[in-house]
């Protein structure tokens, strides 16, 4: 294990390649199938329209009938759901609803707003060409297509899809088991007395929070001293039950900072130095065959770790086939910025709408990694890139939205 600092991109690629996906399949109805990934491809077996219907609500005509007069008998009416088991006939149209089948000899559909009744018969006021109006067979999905393929997240746009060919379960992956626990003699359980050397513990809610909405299974392991015999008992457990294991603190260089140690003595460590602000201390390795996300103590540190590091090895072990790319937009910065180059530094701030519609960011005056109302009061983090010391007034900065 290297001691060098590794940029964001160096720590992303490495963690990805230690995150395995896990390849445990189970059947799911598709009312419980939301943000899971698709274990198989789905293959279409029913036609999509199962047959040629009518896209609008009008008449079905056959379009050489209108060359000799506009005026057309009624020879019945056909609603979605009916069959069109009786063929059109010379001369005659039948009043057809959208969705309904087209009736053998009509080739055109007559949107009701060009016609007009006139007791049991229709007057076309505009001649359709053949085709119009009329939804082919098959047009939109045809049986054996690929309709979704293995390793996407389902969202609510794919289960409708599924739904629309009869299919009322699903295969995907297993969810993810995923560990949580904070680590410091100086944490109190919320809700438990809090000694006058302790804190209220924060971190186990908020990386919960953020990991719940990629759709895990959570184990929480609560609060843990900064005990080497407690920890070294509990990672063993955690590497025995869960798929990932997130540690908050004892992942620094203090005396009383064992995680990164214990996980090296159990198993490896991959890094632990990242050159983001706040984070710099994130501690990857593995416990046979558990990975371990090791986020710093500090409340700042590890939410946004948590959100740059930990929920893109999430999304692969998951078994998600498309990268996890985190989402920027562009704004100006509305006041000057001065500081030491060298890491990231992802900044909380406020972005807004000008007057012409731009977006302007405000970084807030402090950006200690343990001021947690910085993260309640912002709703992005600004980027500052490693090579850049100063940004005036106006300048263009990537910012990365919270709750958009």
């Not at 895990?216 to 590497?239: M, T």
């Not at 260089?253 to 990242?274: H, N, P, Q, R, S």
């Not at 558990?290 to 986020?295: N, S």
């Amino acid at each position: 294990m290297s001691s060098k600092w590794l940029s964001l991109e160096e720590a992303l690629t490495k963690a990805l390649d230690a995150a395995k996906a896990i390849n445990d399949v189970e059947q799911v109805s598709i009312f419980d199938a939301n943000n899971r990934i698709l274990a198989q491809d789905v293959t279409a077996h029913v036609d999509v329209p199962p047959w040629d219907n009518s896209a609008m609500d009008g008449y079905a005509v056959n379009a050489e009938d209108l060359k000799h007069s506009g005026k057309l008998e009624v020879q019945g009416v056909i609603t979605a759901g009916m069959s069109a088991d009786e063929p059109l006939e010379k001369g005659k149209a039948f009043k057809i609803m959208t969705g309904a089948p087209v009736p053998a000899n009509a080739n055109a559909v007559v949107m009701v707003e060009n016609t007009e009744s006139h007791d049991g018969a229709v007057l076309i006021n505009k001649i359709p060409s053949a085709q119009e109006n009329i939804r082919k067979k098959a047009n939109d999905i045809a049986s054996g297509d690929t309709l979704i393929s293995k390793g996407t997240r389902l969202h609510a746009e794919h289960l409708m899809l599924l739904s629309s060919q009869g299919n009322s379960k699903v295969a995907v992956f297993r969810k993810l088991r995923v560990g949580v626990v904070a680590t410091g003699s100086e944490l109190a359980a919320p809700g438990e007395p809090c000694k006058s050397t302790q804190i209220f513990e924060s971190n186990r809610v908020g990386v919960s929070s953020i990991l719940s909405n990629e759709n895990v299974e959570l184990v929480d392991f609560g609060i843990v001293e900064d005990d080497e015999a407690s920890l070294r008992k509990l990672f063993i457990e955690a590497s025995e039950r869960v798929d990932v294991m997130v540690s908050s603190g004892g992942v620094s260089v203090g005396d009383a900072d064992y995680v990164k140690d214990i996980i090296a003595e159990l198993g490896t460590i991959e890094f632990w130095k990242v050159a983001v602000k706040p984070g710099k201390p994130f501690a990857l390795g593995k416990i046979n065959n558990t990975l371990f996300c090791g986020l710093p103590g500090n409340p700042v540190s590890s939410f946004v770790t948590a959100k740059l590091l930990v929920v893109p090895v999430i999304k692969k072990m998951q078994g998600q086939v498309q990268p996890h790319e985190q989402f920027f937009v562009n704004a100006s910065i509305t006041t000057p910025l001065k500081r030491r180059a060298g890491r990231r530094d992802f900044q909380r701030a406020t972005m807004v709408r000008n007057n012409q519609g731009e977006w302007e960011v405000t970084p807030f005056k402090s950006q200690s990694s343990g001021v947690m109302t910085s993260i309640t009061s912002a709703n992005c983090l600004m980027v500052v890139h490693e090579d850049i010391s100063e940004l005036k007034v106006g300048d263009t900065v990537p910012v990365i939205p919270l709750h958009f």
